[in-house]
């Protein structure tokens, strides 16, 4: 079936605009992940949605990144007035809550966002 | 956040040998997995082994966890050319978060 879809692929914008990610988890998952990753970098854990318990934010790095979540599809980062320190490939992964498999993660192919 | 280290932080091997790469967290685990990762894109979920698991195998793949040592070793048997990829170690709590150690260690395996 269709895997972790991201868009746009690439983003190119100016220092101190908005931005807004898109992630859609594979159909049925009820898990969410944000990670961020620097050049060369691991992965930054940002935000966890969970059906619709509240969301772990304590990844954000500041309050001009927020992200939303409908029920259990598409969820979207936002990052506003963006600086050149969030330039980073933002990936998103899900995964499901069924016994076996609840805990693997599977991964988007990221969104490679650079800001000038 | 990241909690531990991984190392080496690159490793260069020739096709044929074997890859042993490492990683270490600091806090209680529910299970812990290894990620592949080309050309800093998406990862692909290699193998989870359970913290009441020692040691899990797939394919050449051979992961050990020694959560006395907080320690877990992925070894890559027989490498291949198309094994070149960074590869990274990274913990689920019980909570079902994932945090993510350090920044991998890069493999390139010579032909």
């Known amino acids: 079936g269709a895997g972790v879809s991201q868009s746009p692929s690439n983003k190119v914008t100016e220092k101190g605009k908005d931005v807004e990610l898109r992630c859609d988890p594979i159909?049925?998952?009820?898990?969410l992940y944000w990670y961020r990753q620097s050049l060369g970098q691991g992965l930054e854990f940002l935000i966890y949605?969970?059906?619709?318990?509240?969301?772990?934010k304590s990844g954000l790095p500041s309050d001009r990144f927020s992200a939303e979540r409908t029920g259990e599809s598409v969820s979207t980062l936002t990052i506003q007035r963006t600086q050149q320190e969030d330039s980073a490939v933002y990936l998103c992964?899900?995964?499901?809550?069924?016994?076996?498999?609840?805990?693997?993660?599977?991964f988007g192919p990221g969104t490679r966002l650079l800001v000038l | 956040s990241q909690q531990g280290e991984e190392d080496p932080q690159a490793l260069s091997i020739q096709e044929g040998e074997n890859a042993t790469m490492n990683c270490s967290y600091k806090?209680?685990?529910?299970?812990l997995q290894w990620y592949r990762q080309n050309s800093g894109r998406g990862l692909v979920h290699l193998i989870l082994?359970?913290?009441?698991?020692r040691e899990k195998h797939s394919g050449r793949l051979r992961v050990t966890l020694d959560t006395s040592k907080k320690s877990s070793s992925l070894l890559i048997t027989a490498s291949r050319a198309a094994d070149t990829a960074s590869y990274f170690c990274?913990?689920?709590?019980?909570?079902?978060?994932?945090?993510?150690f350090g920044g991998g260690t890069r493999l390139m395996v010579k032909p």
């Open positions: 949605f969970q059906g619709n318990s509240a969301p772990d």
């Open positions: 990274a913990t689920v709590n019980n909570a079902g978060n994932m945090l993510t």
């Open positions: 992964a899900s995964s499901s809550r069924t016994s076996g498999t609840r805990e693997t993660q599977y």
């Open positions: 806090t209680s685990i529910n299970n």
């Open positions: 159909s049925g998952h009820t898990a």
């Open positions: 082994i359970r913290s009441n698991e």
